[in-house]
């Protein structure tokens, strides 16, 4: 996971546009994003990640940085 990543999407895409690519990806279709990642994996993790952070922002009024942190704490605290 590589927050860089994540804000670049948060900044670029729409919810609606993020969670089409993550239909696409999970149907082993092209999703047509610019998306950073190794692997599909971690571009499926960013996607997941931008979305849930645009979730937060609509939802919370949250601001990008903050919204961030609040995801990679989350992250943390499951694998704790």
Known sequence: MKVPAIKKLCETYSIEQLREAEDKLLDDQAHGLEVEGDDE??????????????????????ALPQAVRNYTVKVRNSIS
């Open 41 to 62: 994996g971690e571009q499926l993790t960013h996607i997941m990640a931008a979305i849930w952070c645009l979730h937060d922002m609509k939802e919370n009024s949250t």
